[in-house]
């Protein structure tokens, strides 16, 4: 159900490729010349790469190096801190820093390190988002709401607690949430800072599983700092340094012939 | 060493909680010493009536307190909801839509407008609002409880505003970015996050600032007309703190009329403890 196009439309100022189920079409991240400021501090300089669409993508490199910033300025959130993008990230062919901020983040969704909910109940925390950008009707939001927690693994768990208040899941179940918040905005790109770095490992596998099954559907980028959780789940890697791109290639080619002396140093820095 | 300080803090800090509770104990029980032998010869129902008027200096003196009791809430009441309408939105104005500079200079203007003692209010409300109640509203001297209440809703808007402001920046700290995240915009954020979150907190905040309201003397006392009957909008009323302040001076130390005042503060001080207690509940019970 998520594979056809039907037709496209005219969303706010932009052209959406709508699915039959409503949802939009996976997209090629394409970042030319992007440089981003806080201030005067520049901390990413001149990125140039492409994120290919349907794969899972992992930003790999050391703190304060520019992974989460490059994360958040995908879907602009680096401009609500008062930060400065200079340059340009298409979404295939649109320049997402032309676009209404509103709707570009109903595009590319993204999760926070920290498990958090919504001060409301589980059903609220996606009714929230939905009566937002949608018109369902009572029956389809329910419908959805059942969807979007069984895309997740959550439904089987929380289906008799729905109307529960979500603060009191436990941190992984949280963060599984929070990734249903952003697939209920039908995204193109699912963009992940640090999903796990909060969890214990059966909830961090648990994710890992579901990201998988879910990057046939949607362009996934995961910054991570755990090594292990590249290899085991990103298809491409692309590795910072102090602002910049040092390395960036697929996964396989990265972690078995690193090429710069960078990649290689921080390989065996995190494997010890 | 360390565990010498560690255990004179914690008897200093017994102690000086110790000291705060024996003082309000010993002060409730005063008033209620004070307050016996009213009771006993006026008797509660001659206190608290819709008869009687407080004539205390006639040849057969009255001494009924529901007038001045009615005064404090209704004034008390009516200035909380003023302060409460243009709080709130002054706190949502200050936290979402100006620049955090700007109001950040406001926030410090708020402080110190907080600090201004309560007879430069009162001054200004019966040089300005009185006149402008009077000219407008056909008054015979534009003192009223309105006048009393606008005056007090002032005095109280740099409270509620903090108040909301403190429970709004916790919640827009904690979920703001989620609700950005999802593209959405900062109206519903407010109505559907902010507002259910925090209402309590604000609840809480409210009966905190009602609780003020009603011992405020020196203003409202100066804007009400100080007149003991049944209150009216546009008619001149008295409160209790009021009427303390205007008569406690002027009677000898062992007259019933002073003890009738006693009762008075001491229903004051019961109402406040319960305005407190309510207060507490309503905020151990946050969403936040």
């Not at chain 1, 918040?181 to 579901?210: G, H, Q, Y």
């Not at chain 2, 402008?132 to 005056?151: D, E, M, P, R, Y």
């Not at chain 2, 979920?175 to 609840?203: D, W």
């Amino acid at each position: 159900m998520f594979i056809e196009i039907i037709t496209y439309r005219v969303v706010g100022c932009s052209n959406i490729k709508i699915r039959k189920d409503g949802s939009l079409t996976v997209a090629n991240i394409i970042v030319k010349n992007l440089n981003v400021f806080y201030g005067k501090k520049q901390v990413l300089k001149n990125i140039d790469t492409k994120i290919n669409s349907g794969r899972i993508t992992a930003i790999i490199g050391q703190s304060g190096c520019g992974k989460s910033t490059f994360l958040k300025s995908i879907n602009r959130i680096v401009e609500e801190e008062n930060g400065r993008i200079n340059g340009h990230i298409y979404l295939d062919e649109e320049d997402i820093l032309k676009e209404d901020s509103q709707i570009l983040r109903r595009k590319i969704g993204l999760v926070f390190q920290q498990p958090e909910a919504f001060p409301m109940s589980i059903e609220k925390n996606l009714s929230y988002i939905m009566n937002y950008h949608f018109n369902y009707k009572k029956l389809e939001l329910k419908e959805r709401i059942k969807t979007y927690l069984q895309m997740v693994g959550l439904y089987g768990e929380v289906k008799e607690e729905l109307s529960n208040p979500a603060k009191n899941l436990s941190g992984g179940q949280k963060q599984r949430l929070a990734i249903a918040r952003c697939l209920c905005l039908n995204p193109e790109v699912l963009l992940l800072d640090e999903p796990c770095s909060a969890l214990d490992l059966k909830n961090t596998l648990d994710i890992e599983k579901m990201l998988l099954e879910l990057k046939k559907k949607y362009t996934i980028v995961l910054v991570t700092h755990n090594l292990s959780q590249a290899k085991r789940i990103a298809d491409d890697v692309i590795f910072m340094s102090e602002g910049e791109i040092v390395e960036e290639g697929s996964s396989k080619d990265i972690f078995s012939q690193p090429k710069s002396r960078k990649m290689r140093e921080y390989i065996e820095y995190m494997e010890g | 060493m360390i565990k010498v300080k560690d255990r004179v803090l914690k008897g200093m800090v017994y102690i000086s909680l110790g000291v705060t509770i024996f003082l309000f104990a010993l002060i409730f029980i005063y008033l209620i010493i004070k307050s016996i032998p009213a009771i006993n010869n006026i008797g509660l129902g001659g206190l608290i009536n819709l008869k009687e008027k407080w004539y205390p200096i006639g040849a057969t003196p009255t001494f009924n307190l529901l007038p001045a009791i009615c005064g404090t809430l209704y004034t008390s009441f009516l200035a909380t909801i003023f302060a409460f309408i243009f709080g709130l939105s002054a706190a949502l104005m200050l936290n979402f839509y100006l620049p955090e500079k700007f109001a950040n200079i406001i926030f410090s203007f708020l402080d110190m407008l907080a600090g201004v003692p309560s007879v430069v209010f009162g001054f200004i409300g019966l040089s300005t609002l009185v006149p402008f109640l009077l000219k407008h509203f056909n008054l015979s001297t534009g003192q009223c409880i309105l006048a009393a209440s606008i005056v007090l809703g002032v005095m109280l808007l740099p409270f509620i505003i903090s108040t909301c402001s403190e429970s709004i920046k916790l919640v827009r700290d904690r979920y703001e970015g989620m609700s950005k995240n999802a593209g959405i915009s900062k109206e519903y954020f407010i109505i559907h996050i902010v507002f259910t979150s925090i209402k309590r907190s604000i609840l809480a905040g409210l009966v905190m600032a009602l609780g003020r309201a009603i011992g405020e003397t020196m203003a409202v006392m100066m804007v009400i007309g100080n007149s003991a009957i049944f209150p009216k909008l546009l008619g001149r009323g008295q409160t209790i703190p009021g009427i303390t302040a205007l008569e406690m001076g002027s009677i000898g130390i062992n007259e019933i009329h002073l003890s009738a005042l006693y009762v008075a503060n001491l229903i004051l001080l019961i109402i406040l403890l319960i305005l407190i207690l309510v207060s507490q509940l309503l905020k151990g019970n946050d969403r936040i």
